[in-house]
């Protein structure tokens, strides 16, 4: 699936306004048209800060090609947007009844879906935060909000209110039930679509991301995109498509499983979290999430201020900073997939619970020595499938839409169940890895009556000192 296909899907599309747009050529979507009105948001230092935050946080130092932005996976999406909207007004135009503005808002939802991200990926909003603001909810697509408010009102963009709140809306309704357009509510579920996680936030990170890292990818957005059709307000699909909507979902938890929630990655994120921790104080780093104007200026390049800053209070900061330079990482020691019988009443593992089941030995563990990091894979919605969520449609002669509710109609090798939830312990030095792996070892002895990790942790890695 190169650029070449994608331009394909693009040709018809192509008009006198695009000829005279801006463009820039992408590596997965070739040329990208942006119009006037992106263009006044892309040329902000607010929106060009995207450049310093690696799409895939700390990944690119286990995989060294994960090193895009989301500054081009935002221009991605932006073109997404706009071919998804252009593409349902090609084929249902006079219907649907999409004009100039739907499609330059569709577009700009999806340029600005991720202007308020914090740096490190995600980590710092699921990791960090919760650290040193007890109960945050802080979330990045809602500082997005804040920061096209900001972004408008410090340039000085001219752009119609209730375009601008529409903008917000559609980059906040995977988790916003109010909306305050009560017609074409499908242009709602193209950026971040809250009904069934189908979208081209996903179409695109989920191929940039696999191409970054060198794997292979068997997912095609653009068959989606061209069968796409709305009828009662929603965007259906073929009921043959079935499998390539399938493959969208897989595609998303192999990458949570193998690149996203790797465990070096994982080591290597608790380590900044607590590198993040202890300059916290010292560099205000949580005091900016609220505030726009300070907001914009925090971005990847926070661990070198922490590792250039000479004060003795960051010394903390500096070491755990120059341990993931020279490599001197916490060491992963094993993980174990917790029962399916026992996710619905799973209560969280803390490092004391592995402390606590430590027999005597040569070394005593202590709870700063230990670190439990809880990993859950899924479709997108937890144990459910996101598929029962999606309507389809039989062909085109067909005005029918309808859910397809068992799996099992369509393919007895789909799973019936779509959530792992992971337990993984870490020691923070080598010379601790048999204590804390035999540690676990026996608190899943007492928790399960067995040990239901897959093998022991090597001895050549126990040895380690």
């Known amino acids: 699936m190169g650029a070449s296909s994608t331009d394909e899907l693009l040709k018809s599309n192509f008009s006198q306004k695009e000829r005279y747009s ?49 500054f081009e996976h935002s221009l991605g999406v932006y073109w997404l947007a706009g071919t998804a909207v252009q593409t349902l007004k090609d084929y249902q135009g006079l219907e649907l009844d999409i004009d100039d503005i739907d ?45 096209i408010d900001y972004i ?26 109010q909306k305050s357009a009560k017609e074409k509510q499908f242009l709602y579920d193209i950026v971040a679509n809250g009904r069934n996680g189908i979208d081209v936030d996903k179409f695109d990170y989920i191929v940039r991301d696999s191409r970054a890292c060198g794997l292979g990818c068997n997912f095609q957005f653009e068959r989606l995109m061209e069968t796409m059709r709305v009828m009662g307000d929603e965007i259906c699909y073929r009921a043959k498509d079935y499998l390539t909507l399938y493959k969208l979902f897989s595609a998303r938890a192999d990458l949570h499983r193998t690149v996203y929630t790797h465990a070096k990655v994982k080591a290597i994120e608790l380590m900044l979290v607590d590198a993040l921790l202890e300059a916290n104080e010292h560099l205000g780093i949580s005091s900016s999430i609220q505030q726009p104007a300070e907001f914009w200026k925090l971005d990847d390049t926070i661990i070198n201020t922490i590792l250039a800053d000479p004060r003795p209070e960051l010394k903390k900061a500096r070491d755990i900073s120059l341990r993931v330079r020279r490599r001197q990482l916490y060491q992963f020691c ?60 039989q062909d085109y002669c067909s005005d029918v839409k309808f859910l397809v509710d068992k799996e099992e109609r369509i393919s007895h090798l789909l799973p019936t169940f779509c959530q792992d939830m992971i337990v993984r312990v870490y020691a923070k030095e080598p010379h601790l890895v048999e204590a804390v792996s035999d540690a676990f070892e026996n ?23």
């Open 22 to 70: 801006k463009h820039v050529h992408d590596n997965v979507h070739g040329n990208i048209y942006l119009d006037p009105l992106a263009l006044q948001f892309i040329d902000t230092e607010e929106f060009q800060r995207l450049r310093d935050l690696k799409q895939l946080g700390l990944s690119h130092l286990v995989y060294p090609g994960a090193v895009h932005s989301r």
């Open 103 to 147: 499609i330059q808002t569709v577009k700009l939802a999806g340029l600005l879906h991720d202007v308020g991200h914090g740096p490190f990926g995600h980590m710092f909003e699921r990791e960090f935060l919760p650290r040193v603001l007890s109960g945050s909810n802080w979330s990045h697509e809602d500082m997005s909000l804040k920061m």
């Open 152 to 177: 408008v009102d410090q340039h000085y963009i001219d752009i119609d209110s209730g375009r601008l709140n529409r903008v917000k809306e559609m980059i906040v309704a995977s988790h916003a039930s």
């Open 334 to 393: 094993n993980e174990y997939s917790v029962p399916k019988a026992k996710q619905e009443h799973f209560k969280g593992i803390t490092a004391q619970d592995i402390v606590c089941s430590q027999k005597a030995g040569e070394v005593t563990l202590k709870e700063e020595d230990v670190i439990v990091s809880i990993v859950k894979i899924d479709l997108t919605r937890g144990k459910k499938n996101p598929l029962e969520s999606t309507n389809f449609y």
């Open 443 to 465: 608190f899943q002895m007492k928790t399960y009556g067995e040990k239901t990790q897959v093998h022991s942790t090597p001895e050549k890695k126990k040895r380690r000192r």
